[in-house]
């Protein structure tokens, strides 16, 4: 199975992405993540205004069989949600990189950032795997 | 993948991972989780015919003079009503009163010789267990004799009558036949776990994989291999007990809504006694099914609270239903709570979600 992995987006060990445009990341699950997952029925997600932290939960999505916490990439102010997952979370089923984001964040803190998985180690950590 | 070095393989272990299928751990057994996904195998059995892959389960024979005796005192069913070829549900229960496991019975020669099918993660406990309260039987654990497939939809009969040398589809539920299948002894019995039509068969180890791939060739109908998860959603849709969730070595098994299975007037058996005591005291909680009536779904150890926060239950079993496509569980609550459109609220993540108690099996299968 081959994933698509945008050289442009920045990754975590848990697969999540992160694309960073100026001061504002937009966070979503990988293709792989998703494929791990099977297909998602349910999705829940912070609130506007709600401040996270690198690491910290934000959110869970869940398959039939199983329910997987997200973990912040990124500490920083949650400024939108794609609120449309909630009624129906197929759009992160079927393109989890784009038209499935779950959240935008204001970045806290531009240091975590070099910290984050470029998209060539990410695509070896998962090959590993 | 969690493929411990001590974990057991089935005689499909190869089929299954030339297959493609996700491994898992389960029950000290590698199985397949999924083949092609959860959901669509859910579907292809409630609409078509699924194959699952019931190896792991263990089969204890019971024979001789005493077996009757032995197995009315050690499982709560009447072993006295099965005539040759006839099965039933039972209980192990305990001294206490809980359960050891929940079995299947099959009578394969009145008074003289029963197989006792148990669940894979408790076989060695309930083979010990049926030694030490024996009352003269011969009990013999034949579980690595044996293979066994279940065949379950709409089109398992069909299936079965192309494949075997009986008319599967002649035989009433909850029967069993011995027959061969080239020339490998089988064990036909038309018993399931998914509330679909169709049988599970018993085969000689060594000849399971030869069925296997012989009921995945037939053309019309064709049969798909089905994983452990959609068996665990298929099951929860009937609101099948699985034996870790709603019932356990503390389980009254009346509290869990499995007193058809016992025939407490027809005679002594273990456990009788604080069993009994319990009902006449009155029950605390019952095992009901529901659904949500906002967004969440309730997972195995949730907490069922009022909306004062106060704990009046625990989810068995949650999922999201594929054939509803809603979220559905199974729970003990407190039995002020158990009537059919009762509310209280699910635990979720801290969160009190409300729900209702419904009617069961969440799907309607004749």
Redesign the interface.
């Known amino acids: 199975m081959s994933f698509n992995i945008p050289e442009n987006y920045l990754y975590t060990k848990d697969h999540e992405w992160a694309l960073i445009q100026s001061n504002i990341a937009t966070i979503g699950i990988t293709e792989f993540a998703k494929d791990q997952l099977g297909e998602v029925v349910y999705v829940d997600l912070p609130k506007v205004g709600d401040k996270l932290n690198q690491n910290q939960t934000f959110g869970v999505v869940e398959s039939v069989k199983a329910v997987s916490d997200l973990y912040a990439p990124i500490s920083g102010t949650v400024t939108e949600i794609n609120a449309s997952l909630l009624d129906n979370p197929d759009s992160l089923n079927t393109s989890p990189n784009t038209d499935g984001w779950l959240i935008k964040v204001q970045i806290a803190s531009e240091s975590e950032i070099p910290g984050l998985m470029k998209s060539e180690d990410y695509k070896k950590l998962i090959t590993q795997s | 993948m969690t493929n411990s070095a001590t974990s057991q393989k089935t005689p499909l272990y190869n089929d299954h991972v030339k297959a493609n299928a996700r491994m898992v751990d389960f029950a000290g057994w590698i199985m397949p989780?999924?083949y092609e996904?959860?959901?669509e195998e859910?579907f292809y059995t409630r609409n078509h015919v699924g194959l699952f892959d019931v190896s792991h389960m263990g089969e204890i024979r019971v024979k001789g003079t005493k077996a009757v005796e032995s197995l009315q005192w050690l499982t709560t069913n009447d072993i006295s009503t099965l005539e040759n070829g006839q099965a039933h549900y039972g209980l192990l229960p305990n001294h206490e009163g809980g359960l050891v496991d929940d079995i299947f019975v099959y009578c394969l020669e009145k008074n003289a010789d029963y197989l006792v099918c148990v669940n894979a993660s408790n076989k060695d406990k309930d083979f010990a267990w049926m030694i030490k309260n024996n009352k003269g039987a011969d009990i013999i654990d034949e579980s690595s004799i044996w293979g066994q497939i279940a065949i379950q939809g709409p089109e398992a009969l069909e299936l079965c009558d192309k494949t075997f040398n009986i008319k599967v589809s002649e035989m009433a539920r909850n029967q069993i036949k011995k027959s061969t299948f080239n020339n490998h002894q089988i064990m036909i019995a038309t018993t399931g776990y998914t509330g679909e039509k169709g049988c599970e068969v018993f085969i000689e180890a060594k000849g399971t994989s030869d069925l296997w791939n012989a009921l995945l060739n037939n053309t019309s109908p064709k049969a798909k291999p089905i994983g452990l998860?959609a068996r665990?959603?298929l099951r929860t849709e009937m609101k099948f007990s699985l034996y870790g969730h709603e019932i356990d070595d503390a389980s009254n098994p009346y509290e869990a809504t499995l007193g058809w299975a016992m025939k407490p007037n027809a005679k002594d058996f273990i456990g009788k006694a604080p069993m009994l005591k319990a009902k006449e005291l009155g029950l605390k909680r019952k095992l009901i099914g529901f659904k949500m009536l906002e967004?969440?779904?309730p997972?195995q150890g949730y907490e069922i609270k009022k909306e004062t926060g106060e704990k009046i239950g625990l989810v068995t079993s949650g999922?999201?239903s594929?054939t509803l496509d809603e979220?559905i569980g199974i729970a003990y609550v407190e039995t002020a709570f158990t009537t059919e459109g009762s509310q209280f609220f699910v635990d979720i993540?801290g969160k009190l979600v409300k729900a209702h108690v419904v009617k069961t099996p969440f799907v309607n299968k004749t």
């Open positions: 989780i999924q996904g959860l959901k859910h998860g665990d959603t967004r969440g779904i997972r999922t999201h594929p979220p993540r």
